[in-house]
């Protein structure tokens, strides 16, 4: 009885040993944080600012429990598309609004809980061998070592959630628990509520346990296929894999009160894996420095397998051919067949494989795919099963004590590769103070904070702009803008007017990026700002573009330091309408100006081109009597300027209207890319979609370019490679080139002469201070 106790004892602490292991090697590289957990950001890049920012703002400052109030104001998100881990923010959310001080903690738990995944994957990964009957020397290194390489690791800085790496041993481990009963049983409502929490951690956790489950139990049948089989397993997929994936999708559905959301994001069959990406590791964490190029090791498809797996991988499926041949296999054998074929399967899913092939339109068939576009995280799965299938190859041929010991020792190999890897990440630990602690921000940033009055403004507006999220609408900020912006709002309590999100509605991104829109254009988000407080600019004294410096010139300083600057602007300023202003300034100088091909210049040698397209007729037009008609998916020719029509080593701006009404709010419809050519290379190019000049149903596109070359030939293209664009009509007005920093007018007269107003540099101007509006041959989109 004594032995017993004894042996039951020793087993219980072998089981702890690879996560003190685990913990004994992480510790020197993240001392610093886990000394002090409330004390660091991890940060590396302007997501982990963002995540961190999601999560706190929801959880201390939040008034709402399913839509996020802290950015994209006035219209906000919901919390289903933060990367913010809902079933922990929410809970948190709750504990907070019960113990108020329990917000100081948030950040040291999300820290404790990213730092500590690794810890609690090699727990688990050693249960998952020690079921397997994997000897105990063999199943501590291999649970240390799979642990540490885990490709989940490189998000611990950036996507917090996908760093979580302990959910695929986790549901590893409680398939194989589960595989043991022909009949639903407390591991199958265990494992069925894991993938729905997982689910609510974050959409590619639940999405990836939820497919890897309905894979693992369609081969379990076909590996003994009979009814009793099949309808065991329907029952089990349905269970533990369909249904909380409809659970999860109808809570969105129904909970989300934001229309217009993109429904073709991209990326695809860019964010993948590929066969480098997992056999080999990424520079600088590999000890072999063999160099791919950058189109094939995509970042998102890191899941480099280890050189333990990829040099046991092929005896592994050749032990369980031969085994099955032989039909020497048992229970394991079928288990690890099922584990290895869903892996396999969702490898070539992580390729975008079969739909890279030939097929691409097999995912516009089917939408849903594409919401999983970074298809490269499938490929995590591979990288445990792999690790497993290895150890269980080794323990089954390791039939001597000798062997044994020789064999234990090997998954070493996991630990030595991952040293880079923790090493590189460590400089990074300790770098950054949490600055949602303000007592730890610095003392410029700090000094804005107290400046801000957080009763007089109803929500900041940062500067550089910064609104990423639809693909349809927006603008890039910086890096200082972002973090700096979401500090300032946090302890201020004010939500931001920007947006660094994803799938966000495309007509609020639309209305928001107005904003930056010149004083000539109306501005449809004014109905949805009440006419109460001020708007509070916060400039990061970054370079601006020309429309954000107008827009501080109608606004009043209020604050500034090295750090920033703080100016206010009332609601009537911010929507004021006043075109007239430049009618009035161009007639006063007209005179002094020089007439050129219906056009009025400052200077008399400037040169311009210009295109209204009206000998092309079409009933869509901007200004006129015709627009050019092209078509997504084919290279349209806009322009073919003579050669030496532009001098070199001259700045000119390409600009013209594109229309952008069209299916779910225009979707698709700014894509394109407009693309200056010189001598048949590309020069520069842009979207439309990233303009913030939107008059009604049209954006106008702007591009700075500077030809090189004497006597050069420049065309004017507009490409849109995208599959599922393709065939959408681009149609486009008014394009014109012009010397940077010069000004052209052309006069707009009405059909019985009256004169109107002006085009200034492509901006329509009325005398009578409204707003212009299209020609009325504009009609419904088809």
Partial sequence: MKNSMSEINHKKLLQWVPAILVFAFIFPFFKDVLLSPGSFLLLMGSDGIKNYYTYSWYIVNNKELLNFTGMNYPYGESIFYLDSQPFLSVMFYFIKNIFPGFGHYIIALLNLIIIFSPVISAFVLFHIFKVLKVSTLLSITASVGIA??????????????????????????????????????????????????????????????????????????????????????????????????????????????????????????TYVASFVTILFQSEPFAILKIHFSTKWEQWEGWAYIGLFSIVFFVPSVILLIYRRLKHLGNDTDSLISGLLFASLIMLAFSFSFPFNMGLEHWVEAFPIIKKFRSVGRFAWVFYYVSGVLAVWFLNSVATTKFRKLIIGVLPILFVIEAFPVYKSYAKFTNKTPNLFDINMVGEELKEVISEIESKNYQAILPLPYYHIGSENYGKIGASKVYKESMIISYHTRLPLFSTYLTHTSIWESKNCVQLLSPVYYDKAIKESIPNTKDILIYWSNEPINQYEKDLLKRSTEVFRNPTGSLYR???????????????????????????????????????????????????????????????????????????????????????????????????????????????????????????????????????EFTPKLDNSLIEIWENEYSISTKGIKSI???????????????????????????????????????????SKKDKEYK
Wanted: with cysteine.
């Fill in 148 to 269: 540490l390489l885990s490709p989940q690791f490189h998000r611990f800085a950036s996507h917090f959630a996908l760093s979580f790496s302990f959910f695929i041993p986790v549901t590893i481990y409680l398939l194989i628990k589960d595989d043991r009963w022909r009949c639903l049983t407390r591991n199958s409502v265990s494992l069925s509520v894991f993938t729905m929490v997982m689910f609510l951690v974050h959409a590619y956790l639940g999405m990836i346990v939820a497919f890897m489950t309905a894979l693992f139990f369609m081969f379990r049948f076909l590996i003994q296929p009979d009814f009793k089989s099949f309808k065991i397993h329907f029952i089990k997929a349905t269970v533990i894999s369909i249904l909380p994936s409809v659970i999860f999708f109808l809570l969105i559905s129904l909970t989300d009160s934001h229309t217009g959301r993109n429904t073709n994001p991209s990326g695809f069959f």
């Fill in 569 to 703: 602007i009332s609601i009537h300023d911010l929507f004021s309408i006043d075109p007239a202003a430049g009618v009035l300034h161009f007639e006063q100088i007209k005179q002094g100006l020089t007439f050129k091909n219906d056009h009025y210049l400052k200077s008399g040698t400037a040169t311009f081109y210009y295109d209204n397209f009206d000998r092309l007729g079409h009933d869509t037009v901007y200004s006129g009597s015709g627009s050019y008609l092209g078509y997504d998916g084919m290279s349209n020719l806009l322009a073919r300027l003579d050669s030496g029509f532009l001098a070199p080593n001259r700045t000119y701006i390409l600009s013209y209207w594109k229309y952008n009404k069209g299916k779910n709010f225009g979707q698709g419809m700014l894509n394109a890319l407009g693309i200056v050519t010189e001598n048949k290379g590309w020069i520069k190019y842009a979207a439309p979609k990233w303009s913030c000049v939107i008059n009604g149903d049209w954006t106008l596109f702007e591009l």
């Fill in 732 to 774: 486009i007005d008014e394009l014109l080139i012009y010397e940077k920093n010069d000004t052209i007018y052309r006069e707009i007269y009405s059909n019985n002469g009256e004169f109107l107003g002006v085009f200034m540099n492509n901006h329509p101007l009325l005398k009578k201070n409204i707003p212009y509006l299209p």
